[in-house]
């Protein structure tokens, strides 16, 4: 008769001896009993079951809806300061080059020997002497 109230559930077995404890007939702390008793049972009725507030799940969705869109937002804006930001790169990039090829004609306009070539070209001679002329009320200087 004991053998069937085992099998049935009632009680899980218990080991007579005292070196083995209830250790290898339960199963663990749980209280899930003896491994024979277990099969075929439906465990999911003994889970504690927490039920959601019904009022709260409104709430929820409309948070998680909130959320989305805010990083949604966020994702918006990050992708337009990419791209501002590649824009402005590229812009001064050729910003960049615009003022190295403009420093590089200014320093050929400037260049010595190529203004004497086309002072040569346009008639004009060394002058033999130089006179200075003072601004009026400016004394000569010494």
Request: hydrophobic fraction near 40%.
């Amino acid at each position: 008769m004991s053998a069937l109230r085992d099998m049935l559930g009632a009680r899980p077995r218990r080991s007579k001896s005292p070196l083995l404890g209830n250790r290898h007939t339960q199963r663990g702390r749980r209280g899930l009993g003896d491994a024979r008793v277990l099969v075929g049972r439906d465990l999911a009725k003994d889970a504690p079951h927490r039920r959601i507030p019904i009022w709260l799940i409104p709430g929820i969705v409309v948070g998680g809806v909130f959320a989305a869109l805010a990083i949604t937002q966020v994702r918006v804006e990050l992708i337009g300061q990419g791209y501002k930001r590649y824009s402005a790169v590229e812009r001064l990039q050729s910003l960049e080059e615009e003022q190295r090829r403009l420093t590089a004609r200014v320093r050929e306009l400037r260049d010595p020997a190529r203004l004497a070539a086309l002072a040569r070209e346009m008639g004009l001679s060394r002058p033999d002497h130089v006179i200075t002329l003072a601004p009026a009320g400016d004394e000569p200087r010494p």
